[in-house]
Structure formats: C-alpha cells, structure tokens
C-alpha cells in the first residue's frame, strides 16, 4: 500500500467554526444624593439626577418614580414631584399620575434631569414622602439602580411686624383669631428686647397671612428669601436659649461691681461658674484681699484680660 493510497482514506478535517459575535452588556447608573429633609408649607426643593449608560451597547432607559406617602390622615394632600429633562416638556408626576418615561441613551451617554419636590400649603405636621426613583434597562431589564428621597412637612416660622409697644396686643388677637379658625399656630414669641415684631410657629404660612390682615397694629407677615417661607431657627434660637449673664467674662477681666455691698469697688475675676452665673472676684482696695462670689450681672467689664 502506498502512501498516497494511505493519505486517501483520511477523513478531512473540519473547518473552523466562525465564533459568535459578542453579546452587548447593558448597565445604567443614577446619580441622586439621598437624604432625609424637612419642607415647611409650600416649599420647593430641588435635585440634580445625573442618568449614565454605563453599558456597552446604546440602550433605551426607563425612568420610574413612586411617591409613598405617610400620614395620619386617609386623604392626606399630595406633594408636587416633577422633573425636567425627560422629555421637552416638563413632567408633572403628581398631576399626570403617569410614573414611567424612557429616553435613549448611546453607550457612555448622560442625560442630566432636574428633580423638583413642593410640599403642600394644606401639609400637616409629620407627614411624610418617600420618592423612588429608579433607572431601568430596556436591554436587560435586571441591569437598573435605585434612589430615594424623604421628605416630612414642618412648621414654619413667620416674624409679623406691629406697631412698636403693641406686640403683646398683636400676638393675642393672633391667638385668638387662629384658634377661631383653626389655623393651626403651635407658639407665639414676642421677644423683650426686639421690639416691632411677633414671632409665630405655623403649619399654615397662608392662612396665618389671612388671619394677620386687616389686623389692628399689624403690619403684615414679613416673607422668606429664595425658596424658603418664613425666616431660619437661627434667627430666633437666642430668645429660646438665653446665653448665661457670666457669658462674655472672661478669668482676669477687670470689673466694676454695680450692685451690692461691694458696689463701686473695682476688682479682678479669679472665677467664672456659668452652672450658677456667678464670679468670684477679689477687690482691689480691700484691706485683706478676700475672694468675694457675687451675681453675674452684678459687674461691668472695664477691661479684658487680653487687653492688658
């Protein structure tokens, strides 16, 4: 047998198999800082949503909000959740009732979406909104990314301006005109020593702005900058928190004691006990320098320690 006839009866060899070609990965991501906020009545807050392909294949992307709401009340008011960007119009999810919109997106692709969230005017206090926002491939609808945002309504607090030396008259007709109408006013300040306005805590910035008008020795509600209604807790917080009367005395001041046995007399602090707001101070002229402890507002600083 010869070697031709040998290489004859070989079976041939397979081709090669072409290999399939590769399967596209889909992935979306949401950028949505997530936080816990509080929103007085009728306050707006709004959010940057960053939406990124981060799959290797164009994809179509589903955007998907649920509002959860939480509250004592069986038909509590509803908060206004829309967001710009989506599509060219705005989308109006509370009106609408619609929670889903998709838009396409290439490989690598962004769309930026503003997020904007009102709490309502009629809110009552405690009540509460989750807003879920998902992001969903079309291509591999396992491939998605959630965030949420929570929201609970708030009292505000609203400065009313009166006549000067009125404000103790201003703030009783509040009273009595919002427990007529059942506005729904948590506390009324009127500060000592600040004087020409009211301080009132409220759920209801509109109906308190009802029930001050046309009110005798009222000057109306005083409105909040950019986006808030009402005036910041920072501006009040020192009426509620009174700093101590030793607060500015420092040890080594030189004082002046204007009230007491001692008063008159110069002396230097040696001790400041803020629990008590009492000073030990020892008298310059006294024969035999004892210590002496007296009130905190029975001295005036003449000079401070770091002054010397």
């Known amino acids: 047998m010869g070697l031709l006839d040998d290489l004859s009866k070989r079976e041939p060899r397979p081709e090669p198999k072409p290999e399939p070609p590769a399967v596209g990965h889909y992935s979306v991501k949401l950028d949505l800082t997530e936080e816990k906020v509080s929103l007085t009545a009728g306050q707006t ?12 294949e164009d994809d179509t992307i589903r955007i998907k909000v649920d509002l959860l709401y939480n509250s004592e009340l069986p038909d509590p008011p509803e908060w206004t959740v829309k967001l710009w960007g989506v599509e060219e119009k705005v989308w109006d999810v509370t009106f609408t009732k619609v929670t889903e919109k998709d838009f396409v997106l290439i490989a690598d692709g962004q769309r930026e979406i503003t997020l904007s969230v009102t709490c309502p005017k009629g809110a009552r206090y405690g009540d509460r ?32 301006k009166s006549s000067i030396g009125h404000e103790r008259a201003v703030a009783d007709a509040i009273f009595a005109r919002a427990k007529a109408k059942d506005v729904g006013v ?7 020593n ?15 702005e009802e029930v001050v008008r046309g009110l ?12 808030s209604t009402g005036i910041a807790f920072s501006e009040i917080e020192a009426y509620l928190t009174p700093k101590p009367i030793v607060s500015g005395i420092m040890e ?10 001692f008063k008159g ?5 040696m001790k400041i006990d803020e629990t008590k707001e009492e000073i030990t101070v020892e008298l310059f002229e006294a ?4 210590p002496v402890t007296v009130r905190g507002d029975s001295v005036r600083v003449l000079q401070k320690e770091e002054e010397k």
């Open 45 to 56: 807050k709004e959010y940057a949503v960053l939406v990124t392909n981060t799959g290797t």
């Open 216 to 227: 005798r020795r009222a000057r109306g509600v005083v409105k909040g900058e950019g986006e």
């Open 129 to 160: 909104l989750n807003v879920v926002v998902n992001a969903i491939s079309k291509g591999d609808p396992g491939a998605s990314d959630v965030k949420t945002l929570s929201f609970s309504a708030r009292q505000a607090v609203l400065a009313v």
């Open 287 to 290: 024969m035999v320098r004892i």
């Open 186 to 192: 948590f506390s009324i300040l009127v500060p000592a």
């Open 265 to 269: 007399e110069k002396a230097r602090v």
């Open 194 to 208: 600040f004087r020409g306005y009211v301080y009132v805590e409220s759920m209801n910035p509109d109906r308190l």
């Open 252 to 261: 080594g001041d030189i004082v002046e004691l204007v009230a007491g046995p």
